[in-house]
Nanobody, 126 residues
Framework: QVQFVESGGGLVQPGGSLRLSCAAS????????IAWFRQAPGKEREGVSC????????MYGDSVKGRFTISRDNAKNTVYLQMNSLRPEDTAVYYC???????????????????WGQGTQVTVSS
C-alpha cells in the first residue's frame, strides 16, 4: 500500500526557512513522479513543485521560484522541499503526491497524481 508521512511544517517568521519531508513506506519512491501542493484557507490547492522519476525534470510554481528547492534522497526513500525566504502568503497545508502515470516530465496539476499524503501545516507569521 502506498503511504506517505509528511513532516517539517510549523510556525516560522517571515524570511525564515523550513524543510518539509515526504517519507514513503511500502513502495520505492524513486519509481514515482512526486509533487508538492499547498492549500491555503479559502483557496484552491495549487502545485508548488514537482520532480520526475525518469528524466529528473524539476518544475516550480511561479510564486516559489528562486525560493523553494525540491530534492530526492533515494537512500532514505524521501523527497524534500526546502523553503527559504518564506512569506506570509506561503501559509498553507502542504501535501506531497505521487504518480506512476507520467512517462516523462512532471506536472503541477492535481491529475495525474493519485497518491496523496495527509498534509503538514506551514504558518508564516511574525
Amino acid at each position: 500500500q502506498v503511504q506517505f508521512v509528511e513532516s517539517g511544517g510549523g510556525l516560522v517568521q517571515p524570511g525564515g526557512s523550513l524543510r518539509l519531508s515526504c517519507a514513503a513506506s511500502g513502495f520505492t519512491l524513486d519509481h514515482y513522479t512526486i509533487a508538492w501542493f499547498r492549500q491555503a484557507p479559502g483557496k484552491e490547492r495549487e502545485g508548488v513543485s514537482c520532480i520526475s522519476s525518469r528524466d529528473r525534470t524539476i518544475m516550480y510554481g511561479d510564486s516559489v521560484k528562486g525560493r523553494f528547492t525540491i530534492s530526492r534522497d533515494n537512500a532514505k526513500n524521501t523527497v524534500y522541499l526546502q523553503m527559504n525566504s518564506l512569506r506570509p502568503e506561503d501559509t498553507a497545508v502542504y501535501y506531497c503526491a505521487a504518480t506512476l502515470l507520467l512517462f516523462k516530465g512532471c506536472a503541477l496539476s492535481e491529475p495525474p497524481y493519485n497518491y496523496w499524503g495527509q498534509g503538514t501545516q506551514v504558518t508564516v507569521s511574525s
